[in-house]
């Protein structure tokens, strides 16, 4: 059994396989599992992203459906579970696209993540190395995931960004298997 820290943040690009990372910590952990999903299912193409990511997780695994409201998602947990956030991009995401507050949203997050008995794996997208967007919205957005990014970095005890599969830990140190 893998003793995790109370927070881990787990970063990479699209695709670079940070969420199955994230998902062999929980595993390792010997903990009750929870995926927390941020996603909203707009269309065809992100159902099959869901699907794939459903499958490849297997069983074992409660998962809360949680697009803008993580705070009531974390409460719910115990100190015998692990949790999965998969991810904070779309959750910022989703917030932006309903005009939510912010920084409201980011205190309530904050204080879910400080109270919860269970150790915490939040997985989110690093936006920062690629080109600044044509529109202000995509630079809104590119600008509030970097700053989300950053304050979640300055309270997580363990950092890995994920490349091509490929774990690199930033902060702290990676448990045992």
Known sequence: MAAL??????LGGAASGKSAFAETLCVASGRA???IATARIWDDEMAAKVARHVAQRGDGWKTISAQTDLAS?????SPADVALVDCVTMWLTNLMMDG???DAAREEFDSALAASPAPMILVSNDVGGGIVPDNAL?????????RLNQHLVARAKLVVMVTAGLPMVLKGVLPDA
Not at 73 to 77: D, F, N, P, S, W
């Open 33 to 35: 599992r929870t995926y």
């Open 73 to 77: 998602a974390i409460a719910g947990l």
């Open 138 to 146: 995509a630079r809104r957005f590119q600008n509030e995931q970097g």
């Open 100 to 102: 939510a507050d912010l």
């Open 5 to 10: 820290p109370k927070l881990t943040l787990v």
